[in-house]
């Protein structure tokens, strides 16, 4: 039974953006944190951004100011809008939610989505 269903990945040029999508069934959405994370080939999956219940957000430092996480409640759906982005961004990146965001922090969360490639080209 599929929960998290991520989209919106793609191939962009250096300085475009992307807006990643996050479907959750509502029975998960509700309750919990969202994250995002990112797995770049040959590197371990990292934390970019997360937002509480309550719409608290937090970035990794590399993505400040340039990452917005946010939350649609009506829609079940937490979205990653994504600017100025580099060739370091490519990854694979990946929705969590938990009812605990210390393990959406520790990248233990209780629900993975499946991924969405991003490509961030020269």
């Known amino acids: 039974q599929v929960q998290l269903v991520e989209s919106g990945g793609g191939l962009v040029q250096a300085g475009g953006s992307l807006r990643l999508s996050c479907a959750a069934s509502r029975s998960i959405f509700s309750n919990n944190a969202m994250g995002w994370h990112r797995q770049a080939q040959g590197k371990q999956r990292e934390l970019v951004a997360y937002i509480t219940r309550y719409g608290v957000t937090r970035y990794a430092d590399s993505e400040q100011g340039r990452f917005t996480i946010s939350r649609d409640n009506a829609k079940n759906t937490v979205y990653l809008q994504m600017n100025s982005l580099k060739p370091e961004d490519t990854a694979v990146y990946y929705c969590?939610?938990?009812?605990?965001?210390?393990?959406?922090?520790?990248?233990?969360?209780?629900?993975w989505g499946q991924g969405t490639q991003v490509t961030v080209s020269s």
């Open positions: 969590s939610a938990d009812l605990s965001l210390a393990r959406i922090v520790s990248g233990t969360p209780s629900y």
